[in-house]
C-alpha cells in the first residue's frame, strides 16, 4: 500500500475535531484553550471533503509554537493546523498566508505566501497569485482593520458556495484597535439582522456594501457547550443573490424599529435599484411606517413584468389607502388575473377592495376565493370581519356564519358573531348564535359575559336575565368544584 492510500485509509477515520485534538490544535476541543470551531466545520465541510478545493488560510502558526526563524529543512506538515487541513481534505490545493517567513515548509501540498495583512497591498499580493478560493479561513492578527482589509479584497475571490470565516472574533489585539467602533463581529450582527452593513461604518463597511448582494447565509458562532464564553467565529456563506438581504428586511417587520428599517430599506434600494424584491420590501418598510405616498412610488419602479401577486396586493391596498379609488377600479381587472393565486397576496387585496368599497358580494373574484377549498378557513373569518364593517354588512354576517361552521373550536368566530348580530340588532339571530356559543364552550363563564355585554348592547334583556341565571350557576358550580 502506498503513502497516498495509508493517507486516505487513515484520515477517512477522524474528523476535523479529532485531527485538532491529536495535532494540539485550539481549533479543536482539547488543546490550550479549546475554541470548538471544529465541530462547526465538521458540519459544514464533511460532504465536501473528497473535492478539489482551493483552501487560503491566513495566520498559520500560533506565536508559542514553532519559531518561524528555526525551520530550515521542515516541510508544510510541520505547521499543526496544514497538516490538519491538508490530512482533512485529501484533494484540496492548500495556501497559506502569514508576516513572518514558512516558505521553508513549501511542499506538493502547501503553498505559502508572505505578506502583512493589515495592509492592502499584503492581501492583493495573495491574489497577483490566485483568484478563486472555495474556503478562506482568517485567523491571523485577529485585529478587527485586518480582518476588513482582508474581507473587503478576498471575499470577491471566494467561488459562489463557498465560505468565509473569520475566527476569534471575541478578542483583538489593543493596540491596533483605537480607531475603531464595532469590531467584525459586531458589523457582521448587524448585517445578520438588517440585511445591510451598519451606516455609521468605519472605512471598510462602503466597500462591503458591495458584497451584499452575494452574502447568503451568515452564523456567528458560540460554542457554548464548552464553556459560557461570547461568539467567537463568523462564518459567511456566499451566494449568488440577495435572498439573505431581502428575508432580513422582512423578519425586521417584527423588530417594529421603523426607522433602522427604512435605513436599511433605503441603502439596499440606492445598492440595487432594480431588483424587485428588494424595492418590494422597501416598499412594505414605507407602507407599515404609514408613508403611503413613498411606498406607492418605490413599487411604480418595479418593471411591470417584475410585479408579483404580493406586489399588485400591496398596491391595491395602498391604492385604497391613498383614497385612488378609480384608479384601483381601473386596475381591477389586471389585479385578479396576477393575484388569485396567491392566498396571502388575494386576501389582502380583497381586503383593500373591501375597504374602496369596491366589491360585491357576487364578484366572481370573491366567490372563486371563498369556495376554494384549499384556503385556510381563518382566510373565511378574516374576510367575514373586514365584511362585517364595511357598507356590506349582510356579507359579514354570511362569512361569519359560515366561519363558526368552518371553525367550531374558535371562540373568537362565535364572540364576532354574536357582537355583529348585537350590532345588527338582530335580536332572535343573536339569541341562536349565544345558544350556540354556550353550547360549545359549556361552563365557560367567559363566552356568557360576552354574550351578556352584546345582549346589554342591543337591549335584549330577556336573553340578559336568563344568561345571568347561566351565569350565576356556572360560578357556584366553579366553587363547589374548587
Ligand atoms: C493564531 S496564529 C495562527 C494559528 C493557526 N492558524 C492554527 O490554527 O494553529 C496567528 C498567526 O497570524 C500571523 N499574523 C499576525 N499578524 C499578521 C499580519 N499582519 N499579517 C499576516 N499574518 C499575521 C502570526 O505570525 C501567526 O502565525
Redo the contacts with the bound molecule.
Keep these: 500500500m502506498d503513502s497516498k492510500t495509508l493517507k486516505t485509509l487513515r484520515m477517512q477515520s477522524q474528523s476535523l475535531t479529532q485531527l485538532a485534538d491529536e495535532l494540539a490544535?485550539?481549533?479543536g476541543t482539547r488543546h490550550r484553550t479549546p475554541h470548538g470551531y471544529t465541530l462547526l466545520y465538521d458540519m459544514l465541510f464533511s460532504d465536501r471533503r473528497y473535492e478539489s478545493l482551493t483552501i487560503l488560510?491566513?495566520?498559520?502558526?500560533?506565536?508559542t509554537g514553532l519559531d518561524a526563524q528555526d525551520v530550515a529543512g521542515r516541510t508544510g506538515s510541520a505547521i499543526?493546523?496544514v497538516r490538519m487541513w491538508n490530512e482533512f481534505f485529501p484533494n484540496a490545493k492548500f495556501i497559506g498566508?502569514?508576516?513572518?517567513d514558512f516558505s521553508q515548509f513549501e511542499d506538493e501540498d502547501f503553498e505559502f505566501i508572505r505578506?502583512?495583512?493589515?495592509d492592502e497591498a499584503?492581501v492583493q499580493k495573495i491574489l497577483e497569485k490566485h483568484q478563486h478560493f472555495d474556503l478562506i479561513i482568517d485567523?491571523?492578527?485577529h485585529a478587527t482593520h485586518?480582518q476588513m482589509v482582508c474581507f473587503k479584497h478576498l471575499f470577491p475571490a471566494l467561488r459562489e458556495g463557498g465560505i468565509y470565516i473569520v475566527e476569534d472574533t471575541h478578542w483583538q489585539p489593543g493596540r491596533s484597535e483605537f480607531a475603531m467602533d464595532l469590531n467584525f463581529r459586531e458589523i457582521l450582527a448587524h448585517f445578520s439582522l438588517y440585511g445591510v452593513f451598519p451606516e455609521h461604518a468605519q472605512i471598510f463597511t462602503q466597500a462591503f456594501d458591495h458584497h451584499t448582494m452575494n452574502i447568503g447565509g451568515v452564523l456567528i458562532q458560540s460554542p457554548g457547550h464548552i464553556q459560557p464564553q461570547p461568539e467567537r467565529a463568523c462564518v459567511i456563506h456566499k451566494a449568488a443573490n440577495a435572498s439573505n438581504s431581502c428575508f432580513r428586511m422582512k423578519i425586521n417587520n417584527e423588530y417594529k424599529d421603523d426607522s433602522i428599517r427604512l435605513n436599511a430599506a433605503k441603502k439596499l434600494r440606492s445598492l440595487y435599484p432594480d431588483d424587485a424584491r428588494i424595492l418590494f420590501e422597501t416598499a412594505v418598510a414605507f407602507s407599515d411606517s404609514g408613508h403611503a405616498e413613498q411606498a406607492l412610488g418605490v413599487l411604480n419602479e418595479i418593471k411591470p413584468e417584475d410585479r408579483a401577486a404580493e406586489t399588485i396586493a400591496l398596491h391595491a391596498k395602498l391604492l385604497a389607502t391613498t383614497g385612488q379609488v378609480e384608479e384601483l377600479k381601473d386596475r381591477m381587472a389586471n389585479f385578479q388575473a396576477g393575484v388569485v393565486g396567491e392566498v396571502h397576496s388575494s386576501y389582502d387585496l380583497i381586503e383593500a377592495l373591501i375597504d374602496a368599497n369596491l366589491i360585491e358580494p357576487t364578484d366572481q373574484f370573491i366567490t372563486t376565493f371563498l369556495e376554494d377549498t384549499t384556503r385556510q378557513p381563518i382566510f373565511t373569518y378574516r374576510l367575514a370581519c373586514a365584511f362585517a364593517v364595511s357598507s356590506q354588512p349582510a356579507l359579514g354576517t354570511e362569512l361569519l356564519e359560515r366561519a363558526v361552521q368552518k371553525l367550531p373550536a374558535r371562540q373568537e368566530c362565535y364572540i364576532t358573531l354574536m357582537e355583529h348580530y348585537a350590532v345588527l340588532n338582530e335580536r332572535d339571530k343573536l339569541s341562536e348564535s349565544i345558544d350556540r356559543a354556550i353550547a360549545r364552550f359549556k361552563q365557560d363563564a367567559g363566552i356568557i359575559q360576552i354574550a351578556a355585554s352584546a345582549c346589554g348592547a342591543c337591549g335584549h334583556t330577556e336573553k340578559l336575565r336568563g344568561l345571568r341565571a347561566e351565569y350565576d350557576a356556572v360560578l357556584s358550580e366553579h366553587s363547589r368544584a374548587a
Design positions: 490544535i485550539d481549533k488560510e491566513l495566520g498559520l502558526q500560533t506565536p499543526s493546523s498566508v502569514d508576516i513572518s505578506a502583512d495583512l493589515s499584503g485567523d491571523a492578527s485586518d
